[in-house]
């Protein structure tokens, strides 16, 4: 009788993407020093300009690479990125310059973000528990996706490793932080979605007028700190919502 094998994939690994495309992947799931590879190894492909590469994008644990066949055939590009795999643990590696530290005003439950109790409760843990954790947390936006400009953010301690709802929430405002599996999502259009809604911003992500219209990149840091309803109700004439950058050195 014959076993069924199963196969291991080892990482990273270099597939293809239909005629266009190649994806490097770093791992199957989510995990800091995936995304940290991902990020590094995505400005390291950037910083190459190769002919013939027409985009470079990451998402949580890949590097998704498009280009042009015409002028950079599959075989060469494999090649290319095979060798700049190998020339370092990109597990390890620094994380990309240019990435900044960004502090987001945020109103932590109340009628404005009315799951925050909730979500405590799942993590068995207080509402005051729950904020302290929530600001003390330092994230990193580990890739933009699903709406302009939305970043999904973490990796939160292991008290966060809780569930998506079963059901919908049928609404979730612009500006919503949510929480679920140890990420938070801040929400950059109203959508339904199945994360818990535990704070509340006023910065718009997406700002389609500006020439820079993703506010956030991939690689930069968030802090969110609490104020209260009022304050927030007096940052929402600004754009920002009252955030503040700062370089990474």
Known sequence: MKQDRILTVQYPVIRTAGVTGMLVSFDNKLSESANRAALAFRAA???EAWDGIEEVSTSLVSVSIRFDPLHLAHATLQARLQRLLD??????????????????????????????????????ISEAEAITS?????????????????????ELPEVWDIPRQAELTKRIPEGALAVAIRQLVLFSAATPTGWRHVGQTAIKLFQPQSQDPFVLRAGDEILFHAVTPE???NLRH???????QEAIQ
């Open 87 to 124: 020339s370092q643990n990109w597990f390890l590696a620094d994380m990309p310059t240019g990435r900044r530290l960004w502090r987001i005003p945020t109103v932590f439950g109340t009628d404005l973000a009315p799951q925050l109790g909730e979500a405590a409760e799942v993590a068995g």
């Open 45 to 47: 492909v950037v910083a």
């Open 238 to 244: 600004d754009p920002m919502g009252g955030a503040t």
């Open 231 to 233: 304050e927030l109700k």
């Open 134 to 154: 929530l600001q003390q947390s330092r994230v990193r936006v580990q890739t933009i996706g699903f709406a302009p400009g939305q970043p999904y953010l973490g």
